[in-house]
């Protein structure tokens, strides 16, 4: 339901659930955040049986082969995630965490948070680039939101 009168913290119409993206009503400084939970899902043929955990072996090495120890993660398996203009992720118009993966993990929570100026009109969205070699899935519970600061 929406409040009575416009205030702080009114919903707006920004925001669009089929299409994951928030357009912005009007021109200004958006403050923007997300939190993802990821996992592997629940139907992956590498998830251990009842539970959704990330079980990133095996990973492909390129170059030299060095034995992985107990809980170590792959070389080059992360996750990056951003936050991008126009689904145009170019450096100094998004905003982006990278963070690499744990092999031992059963859900991974990782933030992105940062303020970006849109114009009117313009769409902001979450992109998830994932280096595992492995499917991951975003889980119930994460969230993504942004407030207008200012004109």
Same mark, same amino acid.
């Given at each position: #339901?929406?409040?009575?009168?416009?205030?702080?913290?009114?919903?707006?119409?920004?925001?669009?659930?089929?299409?994951?993206?928030?357009?912005?009503?009007?021109?200004?400084?958006?403050?923007?955040?997300?939190?993802?939970?990821?996992?592997?899902?629940?139907? #992956?043929?590498?998830?251990?049986?009842?539970?959704?955990?990330?079980?990133?072996?095996? @990973?492909?090495?390129?170059?030299?082969?060095?034995?992985?120890?107990?809980?170590?993660? @792959?070389?080059?398996?992360?996750?990056?995630?951003?936050? @991008?203009?126009?689904?145009? @992720?170019?450096?100094? #118009?998004?905003?982006?965490?990278?963070?690499?993966?744990?092999?031992?993990?059963?859900?991974?929570?990782?933030?992105?948070?940062?303020?970006?100026?849109?114009?009117?009109?313009?769409?902001? #969205?979450?992109?998830?680039?994932?280096?595992?070699?492995?499917?991951?899935?975003?889980?119930?519970?994460?969230?993504?939101?942004?407030?207008?600061?200012?004109?």
């Amino acid at each position: #339901s929406q409040p009575e009168r416009e205030g702080m913290f009114h919903r707006g119409p920004g925001l669009n659930l089929t299409s994951g993206q928030y357009t912005a009503p009007l021109a200004g400084y958006y403050a923007f955040s997300t939190t993802l939970h990821i996992g592997e899902p629940s139907d #992956s043929p590498t998830a251990l049986p009842g539970k959704s955990g990330m079980a990133l072996t095996p @990973c492909s090495v390129t170059g030299r082969r060095e034995p992985r120890r107990k809980g170590q993660a @792959c070389r080059g398996s992360r996750l990056r995630v951003l936050i @991008c203009v126009q689904s145009r @992720c170019q450096q100094n #118009s998004n905003l982006e965490t990278i963070s690499r993966l744990e092999s031992s993990s059963d859900l991974f929570t990782i933030s992105v948070t940062g303020t970006l100026y849109l114009q009117a009109g313009q769409y902001a #969205s979450v992109f998830v680039d994932n280096t595992a070699g492995s499917p991951l899935t975003v889980q119930r519970g994460s969230d993504f939101s942004a407030v207008l600061l200012g004109v």
